[in-house]
């Protein structure tokens, strides 16, 4: 148990599906983030939050919609998804963003899109 | 492009022998460095860190070795047990930056 926790663990949706992944930390932690694994690729930051405001957005597509509404829950929002987007989606904490310290994961959420 | 990357993508170790899982990054101004190990089904879980004033650093069972003149990293594992079986990813902190950039991990399996 690391102090993440991330919901659901899996999630089948159409590609007309709206769903949503929910993480939380319960570390006191200031930064938090969304990571894309894909197999056999390194894993990919999508989105870092810091004391509630997105500091970095690395090129994901639209469909993907991030939302932090305190600095202990971090959303994940999601619609028309295509087939190329299932993977694991790992979401991690640290304490602050400016580096220098590990970053904590979730046990991540399996989602496949049909 | 500056990457972290790892030599070996799989690593077969009998169990009881010692496993080293090496990795190379191409940015000299990174200056903080993380091992996880990743199990089936779950999320990556914090090993051991170093930093770049350290070229060595040890904790249970592992130990992380920094090499900056070749810039290598080295995760040494003693008597490796089944429970080791997973895949390491070392990860890289870039002076300046508010990431960690990953490898793509070698999967270690332990031989019982």
């Known amino acids: 148990e690391t102090g993440v926790t991330q919901t659901p663990r899996h999630l089948v949706m159409g590609m007309t599906n709206k769903k949503s992944l929910k993480c939380e930390q319960h570390?006191?932690?200031?930064?938090m983030y969304w990571y894309k694994q894909s197999a056999k690729k390194p894993l990919e930051l999508m989105f870092v939050?810091?004391?509630?405001?997105?500091?970095e957005n690395n090129s994901v597509p639209s469909r993907f919609s991030p939302e932090c509404p305190n600095s202990s829950h971090l959303f994940l929002h999601l619609h028309t998804l295509q087939p190329e987007d299932s993977a694991l989606y790992l979401c991690?904490?640290?304490?602050?963003?400016?580096?220098?310290?590990?970053?904590?994961f979730g046990q991540g959420t399996r989602l496949t899109v049909v | 492009g500056e990457s972290v990357g790892l030599h070996l993508p799989t690593l077969s170790v009998q169990e009881g022998d010692n496993s080293i899982i090496n990795c190379a990054y191409s940015?000299?101004?990174?200056?903080?460095f993380i091992w996880y190990k990743q199990e089936s089904g779950k999320g990556p879980q914090f090993i051991i860190d170093?930093?770049?004033?350290?070229d060595k650093r040890q904790g249970q069972r592992v130990t992380v070795l920094l090499n900056k003149t070749v810039k290598h990293l080295s995760l040494q594992i003693a008597a490796t047990q089944p429970g080791d079986s997973a895949v390491y990813f070392c990860?890289?902190?870039?002076?300046?930056?508010?990431?960690?950039?990953f490898g793509k991990g070698t999967k270690l399996s332990v031989i019982p």
């Open positions: 991690a904490s640290s304490q602050e963003i400016t580096g220098g310290t590990e970053a904590f």
């Open positions: 570390l006191g932690h200031n930064a």
């Open positions: 939050y810091s004391l509630e405001e997105r500091v």
């Open positions: 940015n000299s101004a990174s200056d903080y």
């Open positions: 170093i930093r770049s004033n350290m």
């Open positions: 990860a890289e902190d870039r002076a300046g930056s508010y990431q960690l950039t």
